[in-house]
């Protein structure tokens, strides 16, 4: 089957200023939850509470199938702009042939292999570890960098924020905001270059 150029950048921004305008409350509270609930009963959607994953091969394919509709059918919800982004089924489905299969994190001898795994593939996940977009003071800030880039198990760092820079509060859309992207990614490279693993993975 042949699909047409997968949907670009600026593409999906002009939907995103264009789309049907939502509340968003009523894209959470309802229009999300009776569209979930109705593909739940659709493609019988059953989960056993004791497996965190699920094995069962025909549930996965229909897990999929499910998701798939509601992508279609709904689109993505943009907050910033209160509208709804809609796709096409052959536009979903070229992005999906046109997804990367695997990428490499980092660089020389602390480079990882990031592929696309199933749930029986018997190679191990990547252990990504950091304190994950919570905020972080400045006085710990490189200290607890390093700590993470210091486990042996660790293949990437999955960074903080900063609380404040320079003692003010990195406001979105100021030029604060800014500054502490910039100091947050010299930080981590100092953190991870006292760590003896300059190469790792941001």
């Given at each position: ?112 292999r990031l592929v696309a ?28 960098h390093e ?56």
């Amino acid at each position: 089957m042949a699909f047409k150029e997968r949907i670009g950048v600026l593409e999906t921004y002009d939907r995103a200023r264009t789309g049907p305008r939502v509340d968003e409350t009523e894209w959470d509270q309802r229009i999300i939850y009776q569209t979930a609930h109705k593909l739940k009963e659709k493609y019988k959607l059953q989960f056993d509470r004791t497996k965190i994953i699920p094995t069962d091969t025909a549930l996965m394919d229909r897990l999929f199938q499910a998701g798939f509709e509601m992508l279609v059918s709904l689109g993505v919800y943009c907050m910033d702009t209160g509208r709804v982004i809609k796709y096409t089924e052959d536009e979903v489905l070229a992005a999906i042939a046109a997804a990367p299969y695997e990428l490499t994190l980092g660089e020389g001898r602390d480079a990882r292999r990031l592929v696309a795994r199933s749930f029986d593939d018997p190679r191990p996940p990547l252990c990504q570890g950091g304190p994950t977009g919570a905020p972080v003071s400045e006085g710990i800030f490189v200290a607890m960098h390093e700590a993470y880039a210091r486990e042996p198990l660790v293949d990437s760092i999955v960074d903080g924020v900063l609380y404040t820079i320079n003692g003010r509060e990195p406001k979105p859309g100021s030029p604060w905001e800014i500054a502490a992207v910039k100091a947050e990614v010299s930080m981590i490279r100092m953190a991870t270059a006292r760590a003896g693993r300059p190469g790792l993975g941001l």
